[in-house]
């Protein structure tokens, strides 16, 4: 009874870090663009961001390190780099869009206060939750995880159960591909690495005396109940999307058309569900990233509590900097830095997770190198360098897609692999 305990209190706190923001506006667009593909666009979504993620959370259930253990293998100034980079992004980007989000949707509509204020106010929470994270795993666990999953369903089984599913025609070209880029700006690969960490610190700090396949199993099987619980909140999301396509004007924004599906379905409380549910989940979020920061950087640092301080209060004065700019602003703003570093992400996170015979430390750097090496097309084109890039990297396949680096680095891992098999043979 004790282990399944655990098992649900880790499992909401995961989701609580992970269901933030992004998570919560994005989903309802692509749905409501998809029309009748709109489980297309759901499988698309959920692979970059709920089986990346997920795989994210079982390599650090293998390897209980930090983030800095995922690009080791490669090099340790790579490493460290690319922590830095992630960690910069992380609170420079999806973090103070938490608290841009708040305000659009859970205060603008009740105060006519300044986004300065909210974000103020906001951070200063956040601060407060983290100078607290021996309590973090509790709280986000117990308390504020079941409320937002509570509110979701209401919401979702009322599209289900008593809105026409009418359906209109695709507006994508490419369901699938457009589903999965749509994922990136969840940034939940990222966070898979950024707040797996927060949970294996958390669980080390609770369970101290737990030996290591203990915790190996209660990782596993709460990322596992996590990855389940957000598949079926997001595919949710993007039917209820879909089923509001006679509703709304096409070019709605993405905070207006979850407002509207709010309105629809809760009626006149619809603000006050709606501004809780947004709340609990970007101010979740926050708290995980801030923490993630702050713990990585103490770790760099002899443990010093004063690196840990002093870290938490730029990632909250960041936050209330950046999350002045509006929520379509930071996304158009973070979709480069995605484009490059999203798929060494992904990659670190599979070759984490593969058996170390086929994922040694010279496969480990091939397929990263190749990786950096076929993103900067699509971090190019991303930038608006589109003729450029098309001449010089057209003809690799699935770059229309933004998406050129997989086969580069799937083949780079095969003949790698095959390179040091033919090495070992006794017949060589």
């Known amino acids: 009874m004790k282990n399944i305990k655990e098992t649900l209190v880790t499992a909401f706190a995961l989701f609580s870090l992970f269901f933030g923001a992004g998570n919560l506006i994005l989903p309802p667009q692509l749905g409501f663009k998809a029309g009748d593909l709109w489980w297309v666009v759901a499988l698309g979504f959920c692979l970059s961001a709920v089986v990346i993620p997920l795989l994210g959370i079982l390599a650090h259930a293998q390897q209980q390190g930090t983030i800095y253990d995922f690009g080791k293998k ?3 100034v790579f490493s460290l780099v690319y922590c830095c980079i992630v960690y910069a992004i992380s609170i420079g980007l999806p973090s103070p869009r938490t ?10 509509p009740f105060f006519d206060t300044p986004s300065f204020l909210t974000s103020m106010v906001y951070f200063s929470l956040v601060f407060i939750f983290v100078l607290n994270r021996s309590k973090l795993l509790d709280i986000l666990g117990k308390i504020l995880t079941p409320a937002i999953i509570l509110i979701l369903a209401i919401i979702m089984g009322v599209v289900l159960f008593s809105v026409d599913a009418d359906l209109g025609a695709t507006t994508f070209s490419n369901p699938f591909t457009t589903g999965i880029l749509e994922g990136y700006q969840t940034f939940d690969a990222i966070g898979a690495v950024v707040v797996g960490a927060v949970i294996i610190v958390s669980i080390n ?14 990782i596993r099987r709460a990322g596992g109940l996590a990855g389940l619980s957000l598949f079926l909140i997001y595919s949710g999301l993007i039917f209820s999307g879909a089923t509001m396509v006679p509703y709304f004007d096409p070019e709605i924004t993405r905070t207006n058309l979850l407002t509207g599906i709010s309105i629809k379905t809760l009626g006149n409380n619809a603000h006050l569900f709606l501004s809780l549910l947004v709340g609990l989940a970007c101010f979740t979020t926050a708290v995980g990233i801030v923490t993630g920061t702050a713990d990585f950087v103490r770790s760099r640092c002899k443990d010093s509590r004063k690196a840990y301080i002093l870290t938490a209060v730029v990632g909250c004065i960041l936050g209330i900097v950046m999350g002045q700019f509006d929520v379509a602003y930071i996304i158009i703003v973070a979709l480069p830095a995605l484009m490059i570093i999203y798929p060494i992400t992904i990659v670190l996170i599979i070759l984490n997770v593969l058996p170390r015979k086929l994922a040694p430390p010279l496969v480990f750097k091939a397929v990263t ?47 790698i692999n095959i390179w040091l098999k033919f090495k070992e043979s006794p017949f060589t």
């Open 99 to 108: 608290a841009s989000v708040t305000h659009e949707m859970a205060i603008a």
């Open 74 to 76: 490669v090099s340790p």
């Open 205 to 218: 700090q609770k369970k101290s005396q737990a030996g290591y396949t203990e915790k190996k199993l209660l």
């Open 369 to 415: 190198v190749s990786t950096v090496i076929f993103s900067v097309p699509d971090f190019l084109g991303s930038m608006g360098l589109n003729s450029f890039v098309d001449e010089l990297y057209g003809y690799i396949p699935l770059s229309q897609f933004s998406m050129g680096w997989v086969v580069p680095g799937a083949l780079v891992f095969l003949i």
